[in-house]
């Protein structure tokens, strides 16, 4: 599916999203790392860069992808935290570079997660991907590698005598009886539970930490698919941060080691950055213009 953000949608999405003085950094969020918990490690890596690169570091959320990648080719964001698809489409749409992706341990070969789908674990009408025609459905946003790509790619080849497409699988009372975007993976796990909907997609990091904090209770839900492994997200930077200081920024984040950050805004304790570049995220954003048919 296509969105395209125009200036207008961009200001009301951003919070505070005024026009940044010279000597300010901005750093762009994505809503799954922007909860109250996280608040004061983004602050402690906003003040710890602040400091290296001798900027006014700020953030911002969005509440959604489509607004980061908007801010980024706009120039109101010169960084932002995002997930594999939405790199891809920052390189794509806003000719945006990476330059570290999240790895525990800090081993690149680690850096990967997965999507699970979920369903209540009392819903004994479900339980696998072949289950889900005619169900209800929530993915999380158009630009969301485990909310969306992902499952839609994992749904159209569990069912290769439908003939599905993306356009299909998004439209109400075509394969799902109703279909929507939660606009985050943990709206969209609440909204299960709740009953509200039947299957949700979702990072397995997000639910492990959802679990583990309490906001999904245990054994409420059951995974009923797990995909093969996606690159993990990363950060990116503006085209228009100059070179020598994107390696600056790069070779502070190699060397961020706040755990704190890590666990509690990154949801994998023990993780570090490693390096990264398009070439770790090519497969994706290939992957979205087949589907895409672009």
Do not use: W
């Amino acid at each position: 599916m296509k969105r395209f953000a125009c200036a207008a949608l961009l200001a009301a999405l951003l919070c505070g999203c005024e026009e940044a003085p010279d000597n300010t950094f901005t750093i762009a969020y994505a809503p799954n790392e922007s909860t109250e918990q996280s608040v004061d490690a983004r602050n402690g890596l906003a003040a710890a860069l602040g400091k290296a690169l001798g900027k006014e570091v700020r953030e911002i959320h969005a509440s959604d992808y489509t607004a980061i990648i908007e801010a980024l080719r706009t120039g109101q964001a010169d960084m932002a935290y995002i997930g594999s698809l939405a790199v891809g489409m920052a390189m794509k749409r806003a000719k945006a570079v990476p330059i570290v992706m999240k790895a525990p341990g800090g081993d690149k070969a680690k850096a990967v997660y997965r999507s699970v789908i979920v369903a209540r674990a009392d819903n004994k009408a479900i339980a696998s991907i072949r289950d889900l025609k005619g169900r209800t459905m929530a993915f999380v946003d158009p630009d969301s590698t485990s909310g969306n790509l992902i499952p839609t790619a994992d749904l159209i080849a569990a069912f290769p005598g439908e003939k599905l497409n993306s356009d299909l699988l998004h439209a109400n009372g075509r394969f799902f009886e109703a279909v929507s975007y939660s606009g985050k993976h943990q709206a969209g796990l609440q909204a299960v539970l709740k009953g509200d909907i039947d299957a949700a997609p979702c990072s397995d990091n997000i639910l492990a930490f959802e679990v583990s904090r309490g906001a999904v209770p245990e054994g409420a839900l059951k995974v009923i698919h797990t995909s093969a492994p996606i690159p993990a997200e990363g950060f990116v930077v503006a085209r228009s941060v100059p070179p020598a200081l994107r390696e600056r920024i790069r070779d502070f984040l190699v060397a961020y080691d706040d755990e704190a950050y890590f666990a509690q805004l990154l949801k994998v304790p023990g993780a570090r950055f490693v390096p990264c570049d398009e070439a770790d995220y090519q497969p994706i954003l290939d992957l979205y213009l087949h589907l895409n048919g672009e």
